[in-house]
């Protein structure tokens, strides 16, 4: 096993949420952090945001992180050797309104990491971008969509039932274009 | 009304302010209900915390109020909505009809 300080963010990611799951806390990576992983680095977060599928003692929480060496900053964790925060937040697991309904896997050398899907990944975004005018959040979903498979209509669908229909639609073209340039690396890619 | 749910009356009231007022720092609201401060911000904390509302700098003051992210904002909404008719009409009277409307700086009272 790599040591700490030599862990990419996403590999610290899946040893904290392997750990946590071997020790009963079942918890899915959300925030920025995923931006990170489906962006393929275009964008740098500086910190985990896990959240328990289920209510979880913090004290359990503190004493399982303990054991793979990171202590604790009032709410947040850390590791000695890391700079990366790790903050276990409060559930439920949820995009505005809706529940998140799929999880993904990702397998690294240090475990197997639960995250949101690029799509929940992309709306969490934009969510940020509807409610606090978060220019930056767009960008990262821009990103998002640019490099992982996104599907658009369902963010569409999720906009308009948080109410946010006009905003959508003020920013699908760009969101559309991000689209576009995937498939066209992806078509190219396949035809070297 | 809602403390046994809250676990806190001080939880109760500074959601409440919230969803009367819009928004609210916690000396304000320590102020209008006759709580204290420091037990006003840590019930905020709490709140904040868990997602159900977000806070600001604005100066050396920090301003709260709900978070529009939170999945159960329409419900708990309706929820404080519905305890605040059960309050009496002095207390909410007091959380209601308190100034919003900008004062010019400068201006005397």
């Known amino acids: ?192 | 009304m809602l403390e046994p749910l809250l676990g806190s009356q001080d939880a109760e009231r500074a959601l409440l302010y919230l969803y009367c007022l819009g928004e609210g720092y916690p000396r304000q609201m320590a102020r209008t209900w006759g709580s204290t401060f420091s037990a006003m911000q840590k019930q905020l904390a709490r709140l904040e915390a868990a997602g159900v509302v977000y806070s600001r700098r604005l100066g050396r003051t920090r301003l709260y109020r709900f978070n529009p992210r939170y999945p159960f904002l329409a419900e708990l909404q309706a929820l404080l909505a519905r305890a605040l008719t059960f309050y009496p009409e002095a207390e909410r009277q007091a959380l209601l009809m308190q100034r919003q409307r900008p004062r010019m700086a400068g201006k005397p009272l």
């Open chain 1, 1 to 192: 096993m790599k040591l700490v300080r030599e862990m990419t963010e996403a590999e610290l990611a899946a040893l904290v949420g392997q750990h946590l799951r071997e020790r009963g806390i079942r918890v899915v990576l959300s925030g920025g952090m995923c931006v990170t992983i489906y962006a393929r680095n275009a964008y740098v977060s500086g910190d985990l945001d896990f959240v328990p599928e289920v209510f979880v003692d913090r004290r359990k929480v503190s004493a399982a992180l303990s054991e793979i060496g990171f202590e604790h900053h009032g709410r947040l964790f850390k590791h000695p050797e890391s700079p990366v925060w790790v903050d276990i937040r409060t559930p439920p697991l949820a995009v505005g309104r809706e529940p998140v309904k799929q999880i993904c896997e990702l397998v690294f050398p240090t475990g197997t990491l639960r995250l949101i899907s690029p799509t929940d990944c992309a709306k969490d975004r934009l969510a940020n971008y509807y409610y606090f005018n978060d220019r930056q959040c767009l960008e990262q979903a821009r990103l998002v969509v640019e490099h992982s498979d996104v599907d658009l209509a369902e963010a569409e669908r999720w906009s308009a039932q948080e109410g946010q229909e006009a905003r959508f639609a003020q920013v699908k073209e760009s969101l559309l274009e991000a689209e576009r340039h995937r498939k066209q690396r992806s078509a190219e890619r396949q035809t070297e």
